[in-house]
């Protein structure tokens, strides 16, 4: 591949993926409410389902994602009841005196699995891939070494992209110590964890 187009495309993954949406508002939610170290499996989960997409989308399996459209589709409805499962606990979530009333952590495989169902529910993320592959590469003669650039190239970029957002809700979560600012928090947190869940139930 050629350097040009690996910067077309880390650029254009960056614009897309970086934009506030689902996944996004997801993230941050949990972080503010629970700390950075319950998001790393979601996170994770996150990452692997771009690479699954991109895997997808290099291979020209459209017609596989049409055929397996029922299991996506219930993989999409299940990332919407857990977003709004978790913003129902969050916007209920009782906030008392210091930090031993901080909501405790979430399993991390119920974490990774809301991350997947999330992440592979939205088959718009392949679509964002096959509409931006074809002008950079020529899939015919991608070959292995082609898809692992590709890969570490989506991981690094969503790596820099999902790790600001963490940072960033992190430093805002230190300054929600008192329980007004955190029962703020947590109606802010669930209000976006339901306006997620409706943005991903409303994408085809």
């Known amino acids: 591949m050629e350097p040009l187009s690996i910067a077309i495309f880390a650029g254009a993954l960056l ?88 909501p405790r952590r979430a399993s991390p495989l119920s974490m990774f699995g809301a991350g997947m169902a999330l992440t592979l529910g939205n088959p718009k993320i392949m679509v964002f891939y096959i509409a931006l592959l074809p002008s950079l590469i020529d899939q015919a003669a991608v070959g292995f070494s082609e898809w692992a650039v590709l890969v570490v190239i989506t991981i690094a970029t969503l790596a820099v992209i999902d790790l600001s957002w963490t940072l960033l809700a992190h430093k805002a979560r230190l300054l929600l110590r008192t329980p007004n600012a955190a029962r703020v928090a947590n109606r802010l947190g669930a209000i976006a964890l339901g306006g997620a869940a409706v943005a991903v139930a409303n994408r085809s």
Do not use: C
Request: proline content about 5%; aromatic content about 12%.
């Open 15 to 102: 614009l897309n993926a970086g934009t506030p949406g689902p996944s996004i508002a997801a993230l941050v939610s949990r972080v503010i409410t629970n700390g950075w170290r319950d998001v790393l499996p979601f996170v994770a989960a996150m990452w692997i389902g771009e690479v699954i997409w991109l895997s997808m989308a290099l291979a020209g399996l459209t017609a596989m994602a049409q055929t397996f459209q029922l299991g996506f589709h219930i993989l999409k409805w299940l990332g919407i009841a857990y977003l709004g499962w978790l913003a129902f606990k969050m916007w209920r979530q009782p906030v008392g005196e210091g930090s031993d009333n901080l």
